[in-house]
């Protein structure tokens, strides 16, 4: 009807414009409006197809190109549509048989021709793979369950492990029953068939959340479930941490996505139970309690499995392990059988930590979250039994130390930590240094631990005590004299005390028998005292100390890694710092004229300072320590990582340094698994590589490819220079091929380097104009501004403009020309250029500037225009075009502008225009007379203008200085007759 029509135009108008979700709300209001069957009914699910293709929900688009399938079984529009949803969801082969289809529908198709003949050997290969696949699965699974040697039984186990880790044999896998055949593995006595089980279980989970519901399903009912609570508390290390992974994939799978359907949210709080479960349970290895920990941590990354974390009491089962957790000292009295590693506390923080961004927004989940901390750390008034809670209390410090510290503030716990301080007890005073030490991390409360904290501290450094303690007291120092964030007015300290502390921090990093723990504490001190750039100088001269930092950095010790990536980006001053800006200025003079604290910039920490300690870390190989840090699973660290990297990449002349030592290839992971920090930091380095250095040798094979997608993130960002490095990368990688191009489009870079062709920061718009002509080599993006239905034509008229403004910016209107001259090929471009008011002006301009690159360009412009038919070559000489042609040809030296000038002139005598080339001269001689009149006309009004001005000027002074000398003499008259 006419309501489902007019819907139906609603939604093509919003559509065009861009807004897919408006567009869709019209096209589903059209449906409810409309007869099933009806060609606007067919039509409006079409429509909402195409819709949800954008937004890839591709599961209802491929329900909507059904619907409208059934209503015009051969509507190739549909089916061309359903089989891009059919690929996105993984289908390959119904795609290709719904795109052949459309090919044999529409012989003519060139789109839907290039789409199956790309879905071929995708088709092709998978079926191959399945068929080759399927033997070896059906085989791998019998011979593991077949009653024969338990060797063959072992290799086939691993065999099915390996294939598991297949798109392909996980396919087949599941397509075999291996959920059921698998079980009675679990229920054997070998470990070895055991711990395949459950590998294959965990790679079966972790392929799709479908599969890790059913895996779910299979070990957590009830018959089952006692076979997998044996297998998670085994005491075989092994055995326990590989049971542990399977409800760490499935949850992982599961929570893939921001919100869980009703179905996901069940399996999740199931395994969340599970987990929650393990955190304290007796008789568990130490490994499988960490496993369990480090599943809770990546699955609190979803906020409904946070949440559950909370409502389950998991903060209370983390807090209350972590009392338990091992003392560093060996004389430990641990109260509990619970095992634990030097480890577990740190996961326990690391876990409150990820559970707690999850909720912030979550008034009730939060207040529940800080009641069940504050609950979980009990002190009482005998300090030698506090050592739990001050291990429990500090390891919420370091998870959130806004929580933590308000248990330190609360009544009477740090009378407790003082008490313990002065305590003959070694357990009690390493426990009272560690929880003042996290304490002081806390800038907002530092000065006040600092008032009480302080003396207690250097008193525990200064005695002889295990370094253990001596470290803790040290590092809580170290904090202490950091608080002014390295600005020299704002110091805590005496000056020089932070140097003291660093060189007494020394021995504790680089010591021949130094421990772990001692080092871990260590790093943790250069982390925070290398905000002052006396410290920072001192550490990049020492070369047992960067030896040492070298050799944390390609360890395996995850616990060092964020101290030592925060040590050197302090060191390569790659922290977020403000602007300076008039504004800025402003603000501080006015900060200074009130008599406030204004911190003020250590001379060190002068761009030559850091950029010679970034030169240093470079010639000591730090690139080779970045490279293992950088594959951390802890976010945080990664984002340091990259600032680091960013930092060394600044100078174009240490940019082949980084990319010789391998830097690059780690850049790339971390501008996709980081913070959004992190991403961006990432991204913006490996843009100043990509500019300055080929990105066919920088960047070989597909790995080019993937900087796409970053740089085109560095486009959206409201900074001029994240936008201007973003554009300059791409218009490198544009220059490669076509492939290249192509991706780019994909990534919608064409529409964010265009957006940029607006931007008042000349730089930024020159950067994108230069990208967007490199783009124009692809014929997908010609087309998009060469023709009047091409999606970009609005903006061809851009390129006419910009093609003027050589005075402002002479780079941006030859890169502007230039890729005018491309798309002056169209006739429907040459049209535009007559019609714009402006269009002739600005090529005369250019024909006649002393700049050849410009004359260069305008000529192929008016080459193309003569050719583009005879309407247009004669306009070129109504418009005085033609005689500026042949004047530049007249009394130009250059061979390649006199060249390209010849056949303009020859075509215009073809073409009748010019009665002979001697025409087209004498027109040159008598336009250049013409101009040479009116150059000399302007020359003397400006003469006339100048000379009349200053006739004005010497006026006004006449007058000015008259008033005065009258003044004078009756001044003069006045004393005479005094006299």
């Known amino acids: 009807n006419d309501m489902a029509a007019a819907a139906k135009e609603e939604g093509n108008a919003l559509f065009k414009d861009g807004k897919v979700d408006e567009a869709l709300s019209c096209y589903l209001r059209g449906l409810s409006l409309s007869k099933e069957g009806s060609p606007d009914w067919v039509a409006l699910h079409k429509n909402a197809a195409a819709c949800l293709l954008k937004q890839k929900k591709y599961e209802d688009a491929v329900k909507h190109c059904n619907k409208a399938l059934e209503g015009a079984p051969y509507d190739t529009k549909a089916l061309f549509r359903r089989a891009k949803a059919q690929e996105a969801l993984g289908k390959a082969d119904e795609a290709f048989k719904d795109m052949t289809m459309v090919v044999k529908l529409e012989p003519k198709n060139k789109e839907a021709a290039a789409e199956a003949q790309r879905l071929l050997p995708v088709v092709a290969g998978k079926v191959s793979a399945q068929q080759s696949t399927k033997g070896k699965v059906t085989s791998m699974l019998d011979l593991a369950l077949a009653d024969s040697s338990l060797q063959k039984r072992q290799d086939a186990s691993h065999n099915l492990v390996v294939l598991s880790n297949e798109d392909a044999g996980v396919s087949q896998l599941c397509a075999e029953g291996c959920v059921e055949k698998l079980f009675p593995l679990l229920q054997e006595q070998d470990e070895k068939l055991v711990v395949n089980a459950l590998r294959t279980y965990a790679a079966v989970a972790a392929s799709n959340s479908a599969r890790a519901g059913q895996v779910l399903a299979k070990l957590t009912n009830f018959e089952a479930q006692k076979v997998l609570t044996g297998l998670l508390q085994s005491d075989k290390p092994d055995v326990a941490r590989a049971a542990v992974a399977v409800l760490s994939r499935a949850l992982d799978a599961m929570t893939n996505t921001e919100k869980l359907t009703p179905a996901g949210y069940n399996a999740a709080s199931v395994v969340v139970g599970y987990l929650i479960g393990l955190v304290p349970l007796h008789g568990l290895t130490a490994e499988a ?287 977020d710092q403000p602007e300076n800006t008039e504004e800025r200025e402003q603000m501080k003079k006015l900060g200074k004229a009130a008599g406030e604290h204004i911190p003020e910039p250590h001379p060190k920490d002068d761009a030559a300072f850091v950029a010679q300690r970034v030169k240093k870390l470079l010639d000591a190989h730090f690139i080779e320590a970045l490279i293992p840090l950088a594959k951390t699973d802890s976010e945080r660290t990664k984002e340091q990582v990259a600032r680091v990297f960013l930092a060394m990449t600044e100078a174009p002349e240490n940019r082949g340094q980084v990319l010789a030592q391998g830097g690059a290839r780690s850049l790339l992971p971390l501008t996709r698994d980081n913070t959004e920090k992190g991403t961006l930091k990432a991204a913006q380095a490996l843009a100043k590589i990509a500019i300055t250095n080929d990105p066919n040798i920088a960047f070989p094979g597909q790995r080019a490819a993937e900087l796409v997608r970053p740089f085109v993130k560095l486009l959206h960002q409201r900074h001029g220079l994240l936008q201007f490095e973003g554009a300059m990368a791409l218009c490198n990688l544009a220059s490669m091929n076509d492939d290249m191009r192509t991706k780019i489009v994909r990534e919608k870079g064409v529409s964010a380097l265009e957006d940029l062709m607006f931007d008042p920061d000349i730089l930024v718009r020159r950067a994108g104009v230069e990208a967007l002509v490199n783009m124009l080599a692809l014929e997908e993006v010609f087309d998009m501004y060469a023709s009047k239905e091409g999606k970009c034509w609005e903006r061809t008229r851009l390129w006419v403009l910009l093609s003027g403004v050589y005075d402002e910016d002479l780079p941006t209107a030859s890169a502007a020309s230039g890729g005018l001259a491309m798309l002056s090929r169209s006739p429907e471009v040459c049209q535009l250029i007559y019609d714009e008011k402006q269009g002739y002006d600005i090529i005369k301009e250019l024909l006649i500037h002393n700049n050849k690159d410009l004359q260069l360009r305008a000529l192929y412009v008016v080459s193309n225009l003569t050719q583009a038919g005879k309407k247009f070559a004669q306009s070129l000489a109504d418009r005085e075009v033609v005689e500026l042609v042949s004047l530049v040809m007249q009394t130009t030296t250059d061979d390649t502008i006199r060249n390209l000038c010849t056949p303009i002139i020859d075509h215009m005598v073809a073409e009748h225009i010019l009665e002979d080339v001697d025409d087209a001269v004498r027109r040159a001689w008598v336009l250049k007379a013409k101009l040479e009149a009116q150059l000399e006309q302007a020359r003397k009004e400006e003469e006339e203008r100048v000379r009349a001005e200053e006739e004005e000027a010497a006026k006004r002074a006449a007058e000015a200085q008259a008033p005065h000398q009258r003044g004078g003499n009756d001044d003069d008259d006045d004393e005479e007759e005094e006299e």
């Open 289 to 575: 309690r960490d496993a369990a920990i480090n599943a809770l941590i990546k699955g609190a990354k979803n906020q409904d499995v946070a949440a559950e974390i909370v409502r389950k009491d998991g903060i209370k089962a983390l807090v209350t392990l972590a009392s338990f957790a091992k003392s560093p000292l060996s004389t430990a009295n641990v109260p509990s059988s619970l095992a634990t590693t030097h480890d577990t506390r740190m996961h326990v923080s690391v876990a409150l930590s990820k559970v707690w961004e999850s909720i912030v927004r979550k008034k009730e989940m939060l207040e529940k979250f800080e009641a069940d901390c504050a609950s979980s750390v009990r002190f009482t008034s005998d300090p030698t039994t506090n050592v739990p809670a001050v291990y429990a209390m500090t390891s919420v410090i370091q998870g959130v130390v806004d929580v933590g510290n308000k248990i330190l503030e609360s009544d009477g716990v740090m009378g407790h930590l003082m008490e313990m301080a002065k305590l003959e007890n070694l357990e009690t005073q390493c426990a009272a240094a560690e929880a003042l030490a996290h304490a002081a991390s806390d800038k907002k409360r530092a000065r006040g631990v600092m008032l009480e904290g302080f003396p207690i501290l250097k008193r525990l450094y200064s005695q002889d005590l295990p370094a253990a303690v001596r470290v803790r007291a040290l590092v809580g120092l170290c904090k202490m004299g950091s608080q002014g964030g390295g600005a020299p007015n704002m110091r805590t300290l005496a000056e020089g005390a932070n140097v003291n502390l660093a060189k007494k921090l020394r021995p504790f990093l680089v010591g021949e028998n130094t421990d772990l723990d001692s080092r871990r504490w260590a790093a943790e001190g250069y982390a925070y005292i290398t905000l002052d750039a006396d410290v920072k100088e001192l550490v990049v001269d020492d070369k047992e100390v960067l030896k040492a930092i070298h050799t944390l950095c390609t360890g395996k010790e995850s616990s060092l890694q964020y101290s030592i990536a925060n040590m050197l980006v302090n060191v390569t001053n790659s922290y």
